[in-house]
């Protein structure tokens, strides 16, 4: 119940400050479809140009393409996507809600893992400093009896969605006796493929039209455009290509606000190598791509791999990239090795050689891609989710008042610094804190507040993560200073005007944060 009241805080908070608007609002909403308001443009914003400046400056041998919407209907049917592109569905028949077959059983394995980690943790408090985890994991007859069960699910699982059979799916939501988590039903119609491909048509007389895909994933973009970047910009393997762009999928279930929607914007990048380096690519990937989520100051115990146990048909290694939302562990960020199935299977529908010749082997061959794949929309929730909180601090008489504190990296905030002059009916103080204002605003994303008095000022700008607040004074008027309040730490000092901009600087740099992954 905790963590629903937090999930509902935080979609509360980012409508209340501009971040996330129900898309059509005014029409009663559009399922699942979000538009990010005047803060929540600038946040996301910020996290992909993290992303992309992690990607295209920090590797020589990374560029970026912006591919388009629109495809060649061939490319999805190389792909796999016209055949296969489809989610297990199933329907409570009491509910009338709709759900994933294999999400419902994966929520059950995950369950029976949380009794496995409630019995260490009983364990570590009664036996202390001396309890070693590993040992009670693999001798404890409880634990290696939910562990039994956890290994037996999941084989089942991923036997049955190799297989594509729909029955086993359902038999095994039976066998578990697992009902709806919202209404206790265990009425369930029969387990069916549902296709998450959006199609429309190009041409006005019906009938007449080609039949068009919204791309459901950006990466086939990358590997159709494989030779034009190899060849225009000289790279040789390995190398990868970034791409940031929407995709649309038709989804079975579109819940938890911006977690799972149908359109969505994806940050990827493919990254081409020889064949049988994959492994050792992928291991590589790995380690900097949870690198990259720490360097944010993001708790590592909020995140965790999870490698998949039901590999895509194209794969021979995946892992996710966990983070703990209010609503539990969930997939941030996929890494797989997707061997040469795209590229090879493009070739042989396209008719056009897509080989690369390695001056280094003396051969020529279809490389293997390692690929990284973060939601910009997730990324975006797990942002709010880890740095939004309440606390107790001193108000101006020193008796403890509660604030709502945005702590996000400097680097990622939406506003840099605010400009507040003391009071607003003094046109000297307002004139001295607007020409400091159009002076920083050319630098950094600045707001201008004179509204209420300064400590609501103060706690406004706390709320939308500012992590720098000018206050201009009387004082100001005579030596040039005004005092700076850190977002963080409420420390408040006296610096020049002419000192200003360097500040900021260095306080919100994203270099900074890109310098800490080399």
Known sequence: ???????????????????????????????????YGPLGVELKNNIKQYWWQAMTRLHENIVGIDSGIFMHPLIWKASGHVDAFNDPMLDN??????????????????????????EVEKAAKRFGDSFDAD??????????????????VSRRLADAMTAGDMAELGKIIADLEIADPDSGSRNWTEV?????????????????EDKLYLRPETAQGIFVNFLNVQKTTRQKIPFGIAQIGKAFRNEIVARQFIFRMREFEQMEMQFFIAPGTELEWFEKWKEMRMKWHLALGTDASKLRFKDHDNLAHYANAATDIQFEFPFGFKELEGIHSRTD??????????????????????????????ETSIGADRMF????????????????????????????????????????PLVKNKEELTALARKIHDNLHWQFQCQYDDKDAIGRRYRRQ?????PICITVDFQSLEDGTVTIRDRDTLHQERVSIDALSAIIAGKTDLSRVLRSLI
């Open 93 to 118: 028949k009491d509910s009338k809600k709709r759900f994933r077959a294999d999400v419902l059983i994966e929520n059950y394995i995950d369950k029976v893992a949380d009794k496995i980690n409630k």
């Open 135 to 152: 040992m009670f994991r693999s001798t404890n007859p409880r634990v290696l009896e939910y562990q039994k069960e956890i290994d037996t």
């Open 192 to 208: 069916r493929q549902f296709n998450l491909m959006f199609s429309t048509q190009l041409g006005n007389i019906s009938g007449q």
């Open 381 to 420: 929730l797990a942002v709010l989710s880890n740095n939004l909180v309440e606390e107790n601090v001193p108000d101006a008489k020193g008796e403890d008042s509660s604030r709502t504190v945005f702590k996000v990296h400097p680097a990622l905030a939406p506003v840099k610094c605010a400009v507040l």
């Open 341 to 370: 199935f795209d590229l090879k299977s493009h070739q042989e529908l396209s008719g056009k050689k897509l080989t690369y010749f390695d001056q280094d082997r003396n051969e020529s061959y279809i490389p293997y891609v390692v």
């Open 1 to 35: 119940m905790a963590q629903q009241d937090d999930f509902k805080r935080i979609v509360s908070f980012a409508k209340e400050y501009g971040f996330i608007y129900p898309s059509s609002e005014i029409y009663d909403g559009l399922s699942a479809v979000y538009d």
């Open 462 to 466: 706390d709320a939308i993560g500012t």
